[in-house]
C-alpha cells in the first residue's frame, strides 16, 4: 500500500468505527456472560470468544479492502452484483434453516447470511449504474432500471423469510434522490406512511373524511386562483382507495402476528407476557439504568436473561441499562458522528460512483440504527435487524466493514481522480 | 436542498433517540421498580419483636412463631383448590376472595392468603406445600401474653392496612405493627429492623445467586425488650377489684410520674386479639357499644371530677390569699347567692369549720365562698376566670397530659370565652355565681382519670409533677426523655399544700373517709360524689351518681397516688373509696389487712345499675 493513500484514509471514520466495534464486544461480553463459566477468549462455544474472532477476521477483510486497487470496485461492480444474486438464489437450494429462516450457508460450526453482503454489492451496482454517462435518472425508463437493480436482491430475501433485511433497501432512496429522483416520490413516500398509521389508528372513514374537509379549506381559500378542482377530487380518490386497501391488507392479508406488532407500537394493545414481551422487557431494562446504569456487567435484566436475543438485535438494551443514559446517548451521537461524517465524505467526492456509493453507506447504516434503536427502544415495531457494528454476527459485522471500507478505500483514492 | 434531506432526518433521528432514551431512563422512574421486580428476588427475615416486662421485671408480653400462607399470583399454576381448601380449612369462597384481592394488590410481589397458622398447622402443612406453585409459607412472629390484664396498656398487634404501607414503604403486605397501646406508641423500638436478601433471578425466575454478591443484603435486627412502670400484680388486683363495675383507676408514683396500674373496666384478655382469633374477637368487642371494652376510661373518660376538685379550689384560695386556714365559714345545709336566693345543696356536717374540717367534710358552702372570692378579687368575672383556671391547667387539667399512651383526652376546664360564648355576652352580663358549680367540681369542669391521678401526684409533691408515662427503660436502659424527667411545676407556693394534705389526712381521720383507714398507713385522700345525666328517648335524666375518689399515701413519703372512678357507683366513700384503700394496701404492705373491704368490693356488682336505663322502665337512682 503506497504511502500517500495510507495518509489520505479518513481516520476520522475509522476511529468511529473501532469505537463502536469496541464497545460493542464489551456489551456483548456483558450479555452473554453467564455466572457459572470462567472467561476464556478461546472458548470459542462462548459468544464473546467468536466474536472477538469476528472482529479479527474483519481486521483482515479491512487491509484487503485497502489493498485492493480502488477501481477495482468499480470495474467488477457489476460481476460482484451477480454473484450476490446467485449467492441469494443459491440459498433456495443449500441454505440452512435457522430458527425458521433459510438465510444461511453453513460451514461446520461457522454459518455465513449472504444477505449481508448483499447490500454491499447492490451499493456498488447502483453506483455503477448511476454513474454510467447515458444514464439519466430523470427519465422513466432509467428510474426503472435503477428500482430493478434495487428490488431484485430484495425480492429474493423476501421469501427467505426476512422481510426486515429486505425493508433495509429502501435506503436506496437516499442516494436516488441526491442524484436527482424527482422529489414527488418522496412527497408521495411520506403521505403513504402517512395515511397508512393514520388508517389504522383511527380508521379510513376518519381519516377520508379530514382530508375532504383540509381540500375543501384549501380549495375554498384559492378561490380566486381557480384552482383545478379535478385535480383534487381524483387525488381524494387515490387517499380513500389506499385507506381502504390499506385497511383491507391489515385485515386480512397480514398475519395476525404483523397485526400485533403494528397494534402494540400504535398503543391500541397492551401486552406485555406474549408479541409485546422483548419490546417491554427492553424497555425495563433500557428504563432501569437511570443516568449511569448499573455497571458493566452489573445488569440485572441483562443478567437474568429477560431480554431475548439481547446480544444480536436487542444488543442496545445492555448498552441502556449498563451504562445508563448518558451511554447509550453517547452511542447514539457516535453513529449520528459516523453517518454524518459519511455524508461529507460523499458530498466531496469527485465521481458520482463514489458519491452515490457513499450515500448508500449512509442510507444502509442510517435504516439499520434508525430501525433498531427504534425497535429497541419500543418506538417502532418488532422489525429484526441489527445493530450495525454492535450487534452479534459475523456476516453482519464483515458486511458493515467491507461497506463502510470499500467506500473509506474509495475516498482515500479521490486524490488520484481528476 | 437535496443534499440536506439525509442531514436533517439522521439529526432529527438522532434527537427522537436521544428524548426517548431521556423519557425511558431518567423521566420515567416505573422502569426501575418493575426492572426491581423482574430480576431480582427479595426475602425478608423477620426479627424478633421486643419483649414487655413489667416494673418489677416479670415478663408480661413475649413471642411465638407463627407462619402465613403467602402467594405470589403470577407465579401461580392450576392446583387442586378442594385439597388446597381441606389443607388450609378454609371455604373456597374465601380463597378466591383472597386470591383476587392478591392480584390487584400485586401480581409479583407475594401478599397473605391465609394469615398466622399455629405450630400444628403448618407441620401438617408443610409437607405438601410444595405441590401448589406460587405459594410459600412466611415465618413471621405473634406475640404470646404472659398475663391475662393490662390489655389497654400492652394493646395488640395486626397486619399492616393499605394505608400505613402508603405512609411508610418500610411495611409490605402481611407485616405486622403495633395498633394500640404499647405497642402502636413504641412499635419502632420493638419491631427491630427486618433483614433483607436479595437473590437475582433469571427469566425463567430460577435463583441464579446473591444480587450483586450480597452486598445490599442485610441481617435482621432484633427488636428491644421495653420495661414498662406498671405493676403487673397491682394492675392485677386492680382489674380483680374492678370486675363487674364500669370505671377507672389510675395509679402513679409521684416522685417519678410513672403509671403503676392503668385499669379500664370491663375490658378483655390481650389474648383475644392474637392471631387469627383477633378479627372475629376484636368485631365482637367493637360493636359493644354499651359496656365499650375498647373504651379507656382511665385515658378516655371525661367525667365531672366532683369533691376531689375542691383541694385545688382550697389551693387557689390561699394561693390567692383570699382566705387563710383559720378562717371559719358558715353553712346553712348550702351557699345562698344571687338576688333570687338561689341554692347550692350540701349535706349535714359541723359548722362553722375552717378549710382543714372544711376539706374532710367536704363543706359546699366553704369552698363556694372561697372560690367566688378568688374570682371576685379581679375588678372583672372574665379576669377571675382566667386567672383561676390558670391555676387549675398548671396541674395538667384541661389539655392533654402528653403521655406516651396513644389516646387520651383533653378534660374541660372553662375561661372566660366558654362563659361568655355560653351568655352571649356583652349583650348579657355573667358574675362568678354563674360559674359557681366550679367551686365543686361539677358544672362545666370535666377530667379524666390520669387527669385526676396525676392531679393528686402533684399535691403529694407538694406543687410539682412528672409527666406519667409508662415507658421505665429500653433494653434495661432507664428513659431520658426530658418530656418525663423533668419536673413541671404548678403555680401553687409549696407551703399551701401543708393545710390542703392536712385536710385530706383528715378525710380519713374524721371526714368522709374515716372507715377506710388502713392500719399502720397514713392515707390522704378526697371523696367525690358526681352527679351526671344521660338522654333517655331525649329527656334529660338524671342517672345514680359517678363514685370519685383520689388518695396519696404514705402521707409522710408519698409512693402512690391514685384515681379511682367508678360509673354510677354512688357516694364516694361507696366504692371508690374502698378500691383507693385496697389498692393504698396493696402496693404499700404488698398484702390487705382490711379484709372486709376486698370482701365488699368483690362481693358487689353494679350490673343491675347500668342496666336500669335501659331497661325501658322507670327507675330510682342512688339507692
Known sequence: ???????????????????????????????????????????????????????????????????????????????????SLLSLLGLFVFGKTISGATSWYSFGSFSLQPSEFAKVATSLALAKFLSEMQTNIGLLKDQAKAFLIIALPALFIIPQPDPGSALVYAAFFFPLYREGLAAIYLIILFAA??????????????????????????????????????????????????????????????????????????????????IGYNTNQSEIAIGSGGWTGKGWKEGTQTKGGFVPEQHTDYIFSTVGEEWGFLGASLIVILFILLLLRILQLAERQKTIFSRVYG????????????????????????????LPFFSYGGSGLWGFTLLLFIFIKLDANRVNEW | MRKLLLYLIILSTGFIFVFRLFYLQVYDTSYATLSEDNAIKVIYDYPQRGDIYDRNGKLMVTNQPSYDVMVIPRELKPFDTIEFCKLLNIEKQKLVKNLKKAWAYSPRVPSVIIPQLTKNEYAYLQEKMRKFNGFFIQKRSLRNYHTDNAANVLGYIGEVNNAQIKKDPYYLSGDLIGIDGVEKQYENILRGEKGVKRIQKDRFNRDIGPYKGGRYDTLPVNGKDLTITLDAELQAYGQKLMANKRGGIVAIEPSTGEILALVTAPTYKPELLVGRKRSPN??????????????????????????????INALIGLQENVVNTEERIYCRLGYYYGSKGQKLGCHSHPTPLNMIPGIAHSCNAYFATVYRRAIEKYDTPQEGIDNWRRHVTSFGLGNYLGNDLPVGKKGNIPDAEDYNRAYEYPTYKWYATATISNAIGQGEVLATPIQLANMTAAIANKGFYFTPHILKAIDGQPIKEEQFTIPKQTTIDREHFDPVIEGMHQV???????????????????????????????????????????????????????CVFVENGYYGARYAGRMATLMIEKHIKGEITRKDLENWVLSHSLEEEYAKPLSGKPFKINQ
Open chain 1, 1 to 83: 500500500m503506497p504511502k500517500s493513500t495510507l495518509a489520505s484514509i479518513d481516520w476520522l471514520t475509522v476511529l468511529l468505527f473501532l469505537l463502536l466495534v469496541g464497545f460493542g464486544w464489551m456489551n456483548i461480553y456483558s450479555a452473554s456472560l453467564e455466572e457459572s463459566n470462567s472467561f476464556s477468549i478461546f472458548d470459542f462455544t462462548q459468544v464473546y470468544s467468536r466474536q472477538a474472532l469476528f472482529i479479527l477476521l474483519s481486521v483482515a477483510l479491512i487491509v484487503i479492502t485497502q489493498a485492493i486497487e480502488a477501481k477495482f470496485y468499480e470495474r467488477f461492480a457489476g460481476l460482484i452484483y451477480i454473484i
Open chain 1, 193 to 274: 406512511a402517512f395515511l397508512f398509521i393514520a388508517t389504522l389508528i383511527f380508521n379510513p372513514i376518519i381519516v377520508i373524511t379530514t382530508i375532504a374537509i383540509v381540500m375543501i379549506v384549501i380549495l375554498f381559500k384559492k378561490r380566486k386562483q381557480k384552482p383545478k378542482i379535478r385535480y383534487y377530487l381524483l387525488s381524494l380518490i387515490f387517499v380513500a382507495g389506499f385507506c381502504y386497501s390499506v385497511n383491507y391488507i391489515f385485515n386480512n392479508v397480514f398475519e395476525q402476528r404483523h397485526r400485533d406488532r403494528f397494534n402494540i407500537v400504535l398503543g391500541k394493545e397492551v401486552d406485555t407476557k406474549g
Open chain 1, 359 to 386: 450515500y448508500s453507506v449512509a442510507g444502509i447504516l442510517f435504516t439499520h440504527f434508525a430501525i433498531n434503536i427504534g425497535m429497541v427502544t419500543g418506538l417502532l415495531p418488532t422489525i429484526g435487524i441489527p
Open chain 2, 282 to 311: 376484636f368485631t365482637k368487642l367493637y360493636y359493644d357499644t354499651i359496656a365499650k371494652p375498647l373504651f379507656d376510661r382511665g385515658l378516655q373518660g371525661e367525667y365531672p371530677p366532683g369533691s376531689p376538685f375542691k383541694t
Open chain 2, 508 to 562: 380519713y381521720v374524721m371526714g368522709t373517709a374515716s372507715h377506710l383507714k388502713s392500719p399502720g398507713i397514713n392515707i390522704c385522700g378526697k371523696t367525690g360524689t358526681a352527679e351526671n345525666f344521660t338522654k333517655i328517648d331525649g329527656k334529660k335524666v338524671q342517672l345514680t351518681d359517678h363514685s370519685v375518689f383520689i388518695a396519696f399515701a404514705p402521707k409522710e413519703n408519698p409512693q402512690i397516688a391514685l
